[in-house]
């Protein structure tokens, strides 16, 4: 009977730079697009911007970014085609913890937090998830295409639809 650990896959340890570029990859998403919605939404909501709050989104993102890096780490990425089926349990932790950074940290009111976070959580966490797996993954050798299948030779003639063939006619029939 196989035990459950949750870092299996990295039993072996891991370099650090698999842990640090990811993080820093999550946390400058993060901190870009909860720096627009904190701007955007107190100034649209409240008419007003909380004092400090470039600290306060660096803080909240870093805490954000710990989290999305640790679930990568442990091998639940908080990618798009996972997030509602077989990662809904580390979906809705997700949910809790950036309500309560907006609620928290960012300092919107409980319904507007709870609200700008899942919507931003819906959108962000999938499209930093990508950033850092395109940007991390190795390269693929690309095979080379054998150049006498691909032809380049332009068309010749008229691509328009061929007007039927009027019926030959016998010598000296006239109409």
Not at 13 to 36: D, N, Q, S
Request: hydrophobic share 50%; glycine share 8%; proline share 7%.
């Amino acid at each position: 009977m196989e035990v459950w650990r949750p870092f299996r896959h990295h039993a072996g340890g891991l370099p650090m730079a698999a842990i640090i570029w990811p993080l820093l990859i999550y946390w400058l998403v993060l901190f870009v697009a909860c720096f627009v919605v904190v701007e955007v939404g107190h100034d649209q909501l409240y008419d007003e911007v909380t004092p400090h709050a470039g600290l306060k989104v660096a803080g909240g993102s870093l805490l954000i970014a710990i989290l999305l890096t640790t679930l990568r780490w442990a091998g639940f990425p908080a990618s798009f085609e996972s997030m509602f089926t077989t990662n809904i349990i580390w979906t809705l932790l997700q949910a809790i913890v950036w309500a309560g950074v907006f609620v928290l940290i960012f300092q919107f009111h409980p319904w507007h937090g709870l609200g700008l976070g899942l919507a931003t959580m819906l959108l962000v966490t999938g499209l930093a998830t990508m950033g850092v797996e395109s940007l991390l993954a190795k390269p693929t050798p690309t095979t080379q295409s054998a150049r006498s299948t691909i032809s380049n030779q332009p068309v010749r003639q008229s691509v328009s639809p061929m007007a039927p063939a009027a019926p030959a006619r016998a010598p000296g029939q006239t109409k």
